[in-house]
């Protein structure tokens, strides 16, 4: 046991930043064209899962664009791509001749994948990027709106530009949606360019975002440019005390 826990945390340590490390690489992408990579992505895995047949135990591949897709694009995005993966799935199983010896066990196994699909999807989610504390930042932000929620921002600095955002936030799971796009926005910004990132760059991104919930996206912005402001003073405060 003292030899397996700490092989299992260099794993999850490995695994978590191979994806991280993935998830980086589309960025820059579009919400739509990012569903669309996705997409093509889960047929192309459905095939794969054709061509190599009942032997290979390929299903968690499938994990990548709909843990991709739901933390980049929410999670109707996720859940679209969870349908499209299982019936990729399905669709190759149901091609191959003489595997199962009933032939209701294919529309079972989906129905049971289908499922474990959703509930990653759900999990991400509820768990978006970038959430937590941060030890030590060089700047915070708290801003409470007007409906109550409170947001938290931490930024981190590497030559005047962001190089780690956290959000933490009270609120209901649309200003965790937008304070996870608000630490996403800031990250590789220099702290001028932090200024132009506002309520309705979030919402612009989001699209067809609920009236009522409009509120939260200028939460996570003047949260954002309170922790952009704490940094901007302790930044003046050293050069004052070093001169």
């Known amino acids: 046991m003292l030899i397996e826990a ?9 695994i978590k930043n191979l994806f991280m490390s993935a998830l980086s690489g589309f960025k820059n992408y579009s919400k739509v064209i990012l569903v669309i990579i996705c997409f093509a992505l ?8 054709y061509l190599t047949g009942p032997e290979w135990a390929i299903s968690a ?4 664009p709909i843990i991709l897709v739901t933390w980049k694009a929410g999670i109707w995005a996720g859940v679209s791509i969870s349908f499209t993966s299982a ?5 190759a199983d149901l091609m191959m001749v003489n595997v199962f010896s009933n032939a209701i066990i294919p529309y079972l196994n989906e129905t049971f994948r289908l499922l474990v699909f959703m509930v990653i999807t759900f999990e991400r989610w509820q768990n978006p990027l970038y959430a937590g504390a941060m030890d030590n930042p060089d700047g915070h932000g708290r801003v409470t709106g007007s409906g109550g929620d409170t947001m938290q921002i931490f930024l981190k600095f590497e030559n005047n530009k962001v190089k780690e955002a956290r959000f933490l936030t009270d609120g209901c799971g649309s200003s965790t949606v937008c304070g996870s796009f608000a630490t996403e926005l800031a990250l590789g910004k220099f702290s001028d360019e932090l200024l132009q990132i506002s309520g ?3 919402l ?3 699209g067809n975002f609920p009236e009522e919930y ?19 003073v302790k930044g ?7 001169n």
């Open 6 to 14: 700490p092989c299992g945390l260099l794993v999850k340590y490995w």
């Open 42 to 49: 889960a047929l192309i895995i459905g095939i794969i899962r």
């Open 61 to 64: 591949f499938f994990l990548f």
């Open 87 to 91: 019936i990729s799935w399905l669709v």
């Open 200 to 202: 309705e760059t979030i």
């Open 204 to 206: 612009k991104i989001l």
């Open 214 to 232: 409009r509120h939260c996206a200028f939460l996570a912005t003047d949260t954002l440019q309170d922790a952009l402001h704490d940094y901007m």
């Open 236 to 242: 003046t405060r050293n050069q004052e005390e070093g």
